[in-house]
């Protein structure tokens, strides 16, 4: 074991000039199974990308440790510094272009791999998860799904859950005799109530872009139902006008507005951010009511206002809209991260190994939980109790779980060239700089 | 004096250096400069998203480009900034420098903590006013009703925006010019204040006849340096206002980052790279022949 594994770049540079770079990965694998357990050569070296996160990197690890320790073939962990997601990215992209992409990718499914699978860069896990039911079933159903690219398995899940919920203060909640919103009549109860009393409903990072979509694609998901943006996505993949002028989403564009007039969100959300805790702090004060936000708001909480954390917070299912056609059980938001194997991996058999051994593994699973994060894997009811925060996570678990669909982030599953006119369109309909008709205009033009 | 200049004159014509020299320092543009622009030019006529090869789509993203009234909007935003910028920065730094310029220690104890911010990261401190101009919890809270925003909204509506992001620029770019102020009027002889004290002038007079003009040069170069450098403001921008409310403060490098690193459209931010470099040079090209800047002799000539 003294030796330090040839890596994969080095290996094929020196084939390349050798002139045998066809017979790399055969030779290579050849000289591993007959040679000394350790030794020079055994087995090849794939190199792992992942967001880098203190919390979770040695969790990984620990999964290609285990994994390392009774296979010919080697996985390195390449941890990506970054910052906000946006680098990664980036990197990911000029990696995947290169000859040598990494070989295990960590992504948010749908969207930000759609170029990859289009392009032939992906391996289609579909007839893999077909052909093993034991595999398929150990992740729960709504969230393999979610992470699909062009109607094909591309990815399996690797963390927690976190899906978008009501977050409301229970204590201010208590104090003034309210529940939280069983229906969007009863929000707007709520909304009139608070906004009385001088306190602002909802709190919102509206500088930031992404919280603001959180209520369109939950209003359009209770009035609509799912189908109607998996219409416009799928519109939009196959390179036509998304249709985005559908009555659903005009309808819930104009509620948004009507939500501004009622000032749900205060007067000056314009100038709030979430991610240097403008909101979070908002709320955590007991200056606002509630905040929509995903499960990472709980341990946010915690990490900087564990008080209020411990004592305030409650949570609650977004409200369901009389008439609407959406199943109140409907989730939306971020339905976990995915490893997916690029197409030119030497070893995509190795690969494919470490992902059944190892993603679904009860030890690689507890150490998920005892982290705080609910992962995407069946049957956990009994083993969440070991989560720091049980109750929370049990909910999120049986939240999803009896989730008919979870819907992806629109600006993780729409192709990249749309998030931008998304974030500001939608921006501009809260600063009512835009009314509902042109959003979806400008929408449907964006090319 | 004549005498003098000739003797410089000629001193230069002889020991005027070989082309060899040009060789590193053109070596180093061509590398890093040159060939980046070059390929940024093929770019803009192709169709990429950054994986395989980009092909030919002909003048399809120029079109575009002319067409898109999102650019359009940017480039206005850019312009006012620029414009703001140099109205704001311009007679703050020229002042503070003249002023920074005198030997007393509590001008040089002043003038070195002034010009703290300017060793500042950009991102440190576009992170810190972001936080001062939170509407609930910031200085914008505090400060806000005073201002005419009562709710602490500042960076929510388009002139606090803009205003707010200007404040934050000069900030933290006035120090420099400072610095070039400083360093010029410093150069100015005293014997010229002397001259003029013997035939009375008041300071006031001083500074109009006397500073003002030996600073011309200075006042060219330090405005080259923000009219252009105000084409790249973008990390600020982005960090205090994010391109908002909307897209009220989005300058045009901000629309190419969201071309070419958030949709992937290589080649349409290219176009944009492309105007944004084109506009730079022609800008500085139209201030130095119109300020007479190249023809310019020593503001030291006569004396």
């Not at chain 1, 490893?339 to 030890?363: C, H, Q, R, V």
């Not at chain 2, 070059?38 to 789509?57: I, K, M, Q, R, Y």
Request: charged share 15%.
């Amino acid at each position: 074991m003294g030796d330090t594994p040839l890596s994969r770049r080095t290996f094929l540079s020196a084939a390349g000039v050798a002139g045998i770079a066809g017979l790399a990965g055969p030779l290579l694998s050849a000289c591993g199974t007959s040679g000394p357990a350790g030794g020079k050569g055994g087995g090849k070296t794939l190199q792992v990308w992942v967001l880098q996160d203190a919390g979770q990197n040695p969790i990984q690890q620990a999964a290609l440790d285990d994994f390392n320790k009774s296979s010919k073939t080697k996985l390195k962990l390449v941890p990506i510094a970054t910052s906000g997601g946006a680098d990664y990215t980036d990197k990911l992209r000029i990696g995947m272009g290169s000859p040598n992409p990494p070989d295990l990718i960590f992504n948010w499914g749908t969207g930000s791999i759609q170029d990859y699978a289009q392009g032939g860069r992906l391996v289609d896990l579909s007839s893999q998860l077909a052909s093993d039911p034991t595999w398929k079933n150990s992740f729960l159903p709504s969230v393999l799904d979610a992470g699909k690219a062009a109607g094909k398995y591309y990815g399996i899940p690797l963390r927690g859950m976190q899906p978008v919920l009501v977050f409301y203060n229970k204590t201010l909640f208590a104090q003034h005799g309210q529940q939280p919103p069983a229906t969007y009549d009863d929000l707007l109860k709520l909304v009139t109530y608070f906004d009385s009393k001088k306190i602002q409903p909802f709190a919102l990072g509206h500088v930031d872009a992404w919280p603001n979509l959180m209520w369109l694609e939950y209003l359009v998901d209770r009035i609509g139902g799912p189908t109607v943006f998996q219409g416009i996505l799928q519109n939009v993949l196959a390179g036509k006008p998304g249709g985005w002028g559908q009555p659903a989403m005009l309808d819930s564009l104009r509620r948004i507005q009507d939500l501004v007039d009622r000032r749900a969100f205060g007067t000056n959300f314009a100038s709030v951010n979430y991610v240097n805790d403008g909101a979070g702090l908002l709320f955590a004060k007991g200056k606002a009511a509630m905040h929509l936000m995903g499960t990472w708001e709980m341990s946010n909480q915690v990490d900087k206002h564990p008080d209020f954390a411990k004592k305030d917070l409650s949570f609650a299912p977004f409200p369901t809209v009389a008439g609407g056609k959406g199943d109140a059980n409907s989730v939306v938001g971020n339905p976990t991260n995915y490893f997916s194997i690029s197409s030119k991996s030497a070893d995509i058999a190795g690969a494919t190994a470490f992902l059944k051994k190892e993603m679904a593994n009860p030890m690689y699973v507890d150490k998920l939980i005892k982290a705080g994060d609910v992962p995407a894997v069946s049957g956990l009811e009994s083993r969440l109790s070991a989560s720091p925060n049980p109750e929370f996570a049990k909910y999120v678990y049986q939240m999803v779980q009896k989730a008919p669909s979870f819907t992806l982030s629109w600006d993780q599953a729409l192709p990249h060239k749309f998030t931008d006119p998304l974030h500001t369109g939608l921006q501009k309909v809260f600063l009512k700089k835009m009314t509902p008709e042109q959003f979806v205009q400008a929408m449907d033009a964006v090319k | 004096m004549t005498a003098a200049r000739a003797a410089v004159e000629g001193t230069d014509r002889a020991a005027r250096p070989g082309a060899l020299w040009i060789v590193p320092a053109a070596l180093f543009f061509g590398v890093f400069a040159g060939v980046p622009l070059l390929l940024t030019a093929v770019l803009s006529f192709t169709e990429w998203n950054g994986l395989g090869t980009p092909h030919f789509n002909g003048l399809a993203n120029w079109h575009r480009v002319v067409s898109d009234d999102a650019v359009w909007e940017s480039l206005r935003v850019s312009l006012v900034f620029m414009v703001l910028c140099w109205l704001v920065q311009t007679p703050l730094s020229l002042l503070l420098g003249v002023w920074a310029a005198g030997r007393e220690l509590n001008r040089a104890v002043l003038s070195s903590i002034f010009f703290l911010p300017l060793l500042m990261s950009t991102a440190a401190v576009a992170i810190t006013w972001r936080v001062l101009l939170d509407p609930n919890f910031g200085l914008a809270a505090t400060i806000g009703p005073y201002i005419g925003f009562p709710d602490g909204n500042i960076v929510g509506s388009q002139r606090g925006a803009v205003a707010a992001i200007v404040v934050v620029i000069a900030w933290q770019f006035v120090p420099f010019h400072t610095l070039l102020y400083q360093g010029a009027a410093r150069q100015i002889p005293q014997m010229l204040y002397d001259a003029a004290l013997i035939d009375g002038a008041s300071r006031v007079r001083q500074f109009w006849h006397i500073t003002l003009p030996q600073l011309r040069n200075t006042i060219v170069t330090s405005s080259v340096l923000m009219l252009v450098g105000s084409l790249t403001y973008f990390e600020t921008i982005l960090i205090v206002t994010n391109g908002g409310p909307g897209t009220a403060t989005m300058v045009l490098p901000q629309r190419m980052y969201l071309s070419g690193f958030q949709s992937f459209q290589m080649g349409y931010a290219s176009v944009i790279a492309l105007v944004l470099a084109a506009l730079g040079t022609a800008l500085s090209l139209l201030i130095v022949r119109f300020s007479g800047f190249g023809k310019m002799h020593s503001t030291l000539e006569g004396i």
